[in-house]
């Protein structure tokens, strides 16, 4: 058990770092932020922070040598990079894990390898590939980078041979991987934490809903029936378990028309669809992952409220920020950035509803649309 006034080192400065360090000053840790940008928004709420490049050997071993153990925020990180900082720290989840889901193949094989279901896939290595892809996949198939792709970006839909031969082109580096179309009836996403006695704690299933390819709306407890919601459960810890998982994980799921569960993605660190717990949960999800870090007791992860998690996407958030705080329900988060782009998650905002009172879709509308968040 890591003692109080330890130092966590967290490896990313964007958001989930930030409300990691939260999380862990709550209970009475410093955090050490790794940055390969200055004055990141992890770095305005945690104890000290090391700017420098993720794949640079002095700064890793700087950095290791000044926390007791470490975590990251994000997956983009260099497998020797990894290397370097397990050598000289425990790095939790483990540089396996991060493998695994950095990389499409790897995780697919993965989760193939142990049962879990997943759409129809295959691995494109060359032009020839797409001729057998539509063959074993039928059109729409999805074409995506195997490495790096976030938010809808790094895939395209194919629909015909010309889609594929473009796509192909454009989407680097190869080898691709080849995907089913799911025709899925809702997404569904599992937040699950495990610690090294191998104690785990589930958060309830959430319903998301994306837009424009980014994440929009998360309903908790997902609009699905109850045994649904423990079958996804129960895959979410199954995988946990067989990673052996230290720390967090978020699994990204498919309920398609007939009803099965498809697990899409993995992502070993606290998830944007797990928001919704800083506010509907006595132990949220950052809360939960340094708990299992640090090697404390994991609780059960109890929802007092159900809640809906509004994203705050792009540079005109700013200006309905104002009344966000203006308006009763509407309980805000805002990341510490300082410049808004297009399609940059800023912030983001949770309602609570009585347990067991989750509206349908019009009454949250309902809520929401007294602010444009799409205003321009």
Known sequence: MLSPNSTIGIVGGGQLGRMSAAAAARLGFRT?????????????????????A??????????????????????????????????????????????ISQDRILEKTFLKEHNIPTTSWMVVNQLSDGQKAAEKLQYPFILKTTRLGYDGKGQAVINSNDDFVHAFGTLKPHPLIAEKRVLFSCEVSVMVARNPQGAISTFDTTENKHKDGILDLSFAPARICKEQQSKAQKLAIKIAESLNLIGILGVEMFIDQNGMILVNEIAP?????????????PIDQFEMHIRAVANLPLPPAIRHSDAVMKNLIGPKTMEVWP????????????????????GRKMGH????????????????????????????
């Open 269 to 281: 660190r606290p998830h944007n669809s797990g928001h919704w717990t800083m506010d509907a949960c």
């Open 323 to 342: 009344q966000i705080l203006n308006t009763p329900g509407l309980i805000g988060h805002l990341y510490g950035k300082d410049h808004a782009k297009i």
């Open 32 to 52: 050490h932020i790794l940055s390969d940008i200055p004055d990141p928004p992890a770095s305005q709420v945690a104890s000290m922070t090391t700017v420098g």
């Open 349 to 376: 905002v949770n309602i609570l509803f009585p347990y067991n009172s989750l509206p349908g879709e019009f009454g949250v509308s309902s809520i929401l649309q007294t602010i444009d968040f799409d205003k321009g």
């Open 54 to 99: 993720y794949d640079d050997p002095n700064i890793l071993t700087q950095f290791a040598n000044a926390v007791d153990v470490i975590t990251f925020e994000f997956e983009n990180i260099s497998a020797t990079g990894m290397d370097i900082l397990s050598a000289i720290r425990p790095v939790y989840p483990s540089g396996q894990i991060l493998r």
